[in-house]
C-alpha cells in the first residue's frame, strides 16, 4: 500500500517562503517519478513540479520557475517543494503525487494522468 503523507502547508505573506515535505512508503520509488500539483477554488488542478527519483532531473511550470525547488531525499522516501517569494496566486491545496511507472518524455511529467498515488493535500495560503 503506497502512502503519500504531505505536511509543511500554511498562512504566510507575500515574499515569504515555505517548505513542503512529502513522506513516500509502500514501494521502491526509483526509476518513477514524484510531483507536486496544486488546485486553487474553482480552478482545475495544475502542475507545479515533477523530479525523477533516480536521477534528480527536475521539471517546473512557468509560473514557478526560479521561485520554487524541488529536491528529494533518498535515505529518508521524502520530495520537498521549496517555495520562496510567494504570491498570491500561488495560495491552492498542494498535493504530491507518485507516478505509476517511469515517464521518459520531460514533457510528460507536467500531466496527472501519469501520477497514480496521491496525498491528501496541504493548504497554502499566501495572504497580500
Known amino acids: 500500500q503506497v502512502q503519500l503523507v504531505e505536511s509543511g502547508g500554511g498562512l504566510v505573506q507575500a515574499g515569504g517562503s515555505l517548505r513542503l515535505s512529502c513522506a513516500a512508503s509502500g514501494r521502491t520509488f526509483s526509476n518513477y517519478a514524484m510531483g507536486w500539483f496544486r488546485q486553487a477554488p474553482g480552478k482545475e488542478r495544475e502542475f507545479v513540479a515533477a523530479?525523477?527519483?533516480?536521477?534528480?532531473?527536475?521539471y517546473y511550470a512557468d509560473s514557478v520557475k526560479g521561485r520554487f525547488t524541488i529536491s528529494r531525499d533518498n535515505a529518508k522516501n521524502t520530495v520537498y517543494l521549496q517555495m520562496n517569494s510567494l504570491k498570491p496566486e500561488d495560495t491552492a491545496v498542494y498535493y504530491c503525487?507518485?507516478?505509476?511507472?517511469?515517464?521518459?518524455?520531460?514533457?510528460?511529467?507536467?500531466?496527472?494522468?501519469?501520477?497514480?498515488?496521491w496525498g491528501q493535500g496541504t493548504q497554502v495560503t499566501v495572504s497580500s
Open positions: 503525487a507518485a507516478s505509476r511507472a517511469s515517464i521518459y518524455l520531460s514533457s510528460a511529467y507536467q500531466y496527472s494522468a501519469n501520477y497514480r498515488y
Open positions: 523530479i525523477n527519483w533516480s536521477s534528480g532531473s527536475t
